[in-house]
């Protein structure tokens, strides 16, 4: 089945480290995406990528770093600068950026920074 | 940037009741996304809209693209308790360059 797989469901670190989000799908999507959900909130867009080796800074950048080595795979940086890093944090894919084609989600992981 | 309102913020129905939410910006949208999320997983497309007056229906679901191109509303007819969870419209402006633009959601409770 084609899906996007995120890994892991649930994820604990320290204060102060880099922790890294693993985001791939199988799909042959083009676009991919990186968003963050805060109880209350919609989703913010911290990154998204429209090609291989091309990524663009969504409305909440900051604080975070991604790669996009291949087309499958697109994952993110949580790193020690961002100051608020505990939240659930959504990546999505779609056939394209821009094209009004629909973005599929996949199941979120669940970040605790204590 | 571009505020998408998304109302009502929450729901409380009774099983079989009609429930209806709706999106307006003071933006012109050229696409309009229904998603729906249950708690701990990610969201789901249920419906999409890409012309002006457009009327969308999804079994139980239907979905409307505003005349105006600013607004959407989505309507759930007949509420079962799976109907339970957060539904979040999200739109495309013609200067957004691909970003999309997400409601707050609207949080439906159905009881028995």
């Known amino acids: 089945d084609g899906g996007i797989t995120q890994s892991p469901k649930y994820l604990f670190r320290k204060e102060g480290q880099n922790v890294t989000l693993s985001c791939e799908q199988n799909?042959?999507?083009?676009?991919m995406y990186w968003y963050r959900q805060d109880p209350g909130q919609g989703l913010r867009l911290i990154y998204y990528?429209?090609?291989?080796?091309?990524?663009q800074k969504g409305d909440i950048a900051e604080g975070y770093s991604v790669s996009r080595e291949k087309k499958e795979s697109f994952p993110l940086t949580v790193t020690s600068a961002q100051k608020n890093p505990t939240a659930f944090y959504l990546c999505?894919?779609?056939?394209?950026?821009?094209?009004?084609?629909?973005?599929?989600f996949g199941n979120g992981t669940r970040l605790t920074v204590t | 940037g571009q505020q998408l309102n998304q109302s009502p913020q929450s729901m409380f129905i009774q099983e079989g009741e009609d429930v209806s939410m709706n999106c307006t910006s003071s933006?012109?949208?050229?696409?309009w996304l229904w998603y729906k999320q249950d708690p701990g997983e990610g969201p789901v497309l249920l419906i999409a809209?890409?012309?002006?007056?457009e009327l969308t229906s999804n079994g139980r679901l239907t979905a409307q693209f505003g005349i105006t191109r600013k607004d959407s509303f989505l309507n759930i007819s007949a509420s079962i308790p799976s109907d339970v969870g957060i539904y979040f419209c999200?739109?495309?402006?013609?200067?957004?360059?691909?970003?999309?633009?997400f409601g707050a959601g609207t949080q439906v409770v159905v009881t028995p």
């Open positions: 999505a894919s779609s056939i394209g950026a821009g094209d009004g084609s629909p973005l599929h």
């Open positions: 799909l042959n999507h083009d676009a």
């Open positions: 990528s429209q090609i291989v080796n091309d990524f």
């Open positions: 933006s012109i949208f050229n696409t």
């Open positions: 809209l890409y012309k002006a007056g």
């Open positions: 999200a739109g495309l402006t013609t200067d957004s360059w691909g970003k999309l633009q």
